[in-house]
C-alpha cells in the first residue's frame, strides 16, 4: 500500500466518524494527548507557563486528539501552539470544523506524509502525538524516527499502537475478505461484502467470539479500518519497547499503568511474588499475556 492509496481510503471513509456539530455537547477526551496525563508522565507534572507550549499531532485524523489537546490547553490557560498534519483532506476537513466550532485558537493544518514532516511542518516540537499511525507505515521504525527528529529536547511523545491479542480474529478475516474481494471491487462494495461475511460467521470463528471487538458496528469508517486496510500490524509489548528504543526513546510511561501490572491479575501470593521481581518491562509483558484484552497499547516516551 502506498501513500496514495491510504489518501484514497481516509477521503473516502474519513475516520473515525465524527460529526462536528456534536462539539457542542461533549469532549471525547482519552490518551495518550490527555493534557494531564502528558504532563505526569512527560514533564514531572508542571508546564512552565512562561513559554509556548508547541505540539504535533501527526496523522490526526479526524481530529480526536488535536481537539482534546487544544480544548485541555485552552481550559488550562496555556499558550499553545499545536500543528496537525495528515494525508487526507477530507479527515483535515472534518477536523478544522471541530475546531472551529469550538472556537479553538492556535491550530495549524498541514496535509502530507509523515514522511516529509521536516518540510511540511517541521519542529521543535515539545510534545508529539501519533496515535494509531504508527502500525499502517511502510516503515514504522524511519517513521518514528522522523518523528523524534522534529522533538524539542526535552520533549516528548504519546504513542497508539495495535495490540494482538484483543484484536484476536482480525487479521485471518483481512485475510479472508482480501480472498474475497479481489484487487479491484469498489470500496462501497468492499464494506457490504465485509458485512454481509462479519454477520454469517460460524460461531466459532475468533472474531465473531472477540467481546472486545465493536468498530465495525459504529460506522463504515470503523469497518473499513478494522477489516479491510491493507496494511497494518500489531505490536506486543516487547516489540513496542524494541520499536520506541530503536528511536532512541525511552518509554516514561504504559497507560493505564494498572494494565501493566500483573499483581493486579495474580490471585497466588507465590506467583505475585515471583511477578514482583520482574523488571518493569518483563512485568508489563507478563500482564498482557495474562489479561489477553488489550486492542492497543499507549505509552508516552522521550529521549
Known amino acids: 500500500m502506498t501513500d496514495p492509496d491510504l489518501t484514497r481510503q481516509y477521503d473516502a471513509y474519513p475516520y473515525p466518524a465524527r460529526d462536528p456539530r456534536e462539539e457542542d455537547s461533549r469532549l471525547l477526551e482519552g490518551s495518550p494527548s490527555h493534557l494531564a496525563e502528558l504532563i505526569h ?24 486528539a488535536l481537539v482534546m489537546l487544544a480544548q485541555h490547553c485552552a481550559t488550562a490557560g496555556l499558550d499553545a501552539e499545536i500543528t496537525y498534519l495528515d494525508l487526507s483532506a477530507a479527515a483535515r476537513a472534518v477536523a478544522e470544523a471541530r475546531i472551529a466550532r469550538r472556537k479553538l485558537a492556535g491550530v495549524r493544518f498541514a496535509t502530507g506524509s509523515l514522511t516529509d514532516l521536516a518540510t511540511l ?87 465473531r467470539r472477540n467481546p ?47 494494565r501493566y501490572d500483573p499483581s493486579v491479575v495474580l490471585a497466588d501470593g507465590k506467583l505475585k511474588a515471583r511477578a514482583q521481581r520482574l523488571d518493569p518491562l518483563a512485568a508489563a509483558a507478563l500482564a498482557e499475556e495474562l489479561l489477553g484484552s488489550h486492542k492497543t497499547h499507549v505509552v508516552y516516551a522521550a529521549p
Open 41 to 64: 508522565h512527560l514533564f514531572g507534572g508542571v508546564w512552565p507557563k512562561s513559554r509556548p507550549f508547541r505540539a504535533l499531532v501527526a496523522g490526526g485524523g479526524t481530529g480526536d
Open 121 to 207: 511542518a517541521p519542529g521543535p516540537y515539545d510534545y508529539i502525538d501519533c496515535c494509531g499511525v504508527l502500525h499502517h507505515l511502510e516503515d514504522p521504525p524511519a517513521g518514528l524516527k522522523a518523528l523524534t527528529a522534529q522533538l524539542a529536547p526535552d520533549g516528548g511523545l504519546g504513542l497508539m499502537v495495535y495490540a494482538p491479542q484483543g484484536r484476536t480474529g482480525v487479521y485471518p478475516l483481512q485475510s479472508a475478505l482480501r480472498r474475497l474481494a479481489g484487487p479491484e471491487l469498489p470500496d462501497r462494495d468492499r464494506v457490504a461484502l465485509a458485512r454481509a461475511l462479519v454477520g454469517g460467521l460460524p460461531a466459532g470463528n475468533w472474531f
Open 212 to 258: 472486545f471487538l465493536g468498530d465495525h458496528q459504529q460506522s463504515d469508517a470503523g469497518l473499513y479500518d478494522l477489516l479491510l486496510h491493507a496494511r497494518d500490524r500489531a505490536y506486543t509489548v516487547p516489540d513496542l519497547a524494541e520499536l520506541v528504543a530503536g528511536a532512541g526513546l525511552a518509554i516514561a510511561g504504559w497507560v493505564p499503568p494498572v
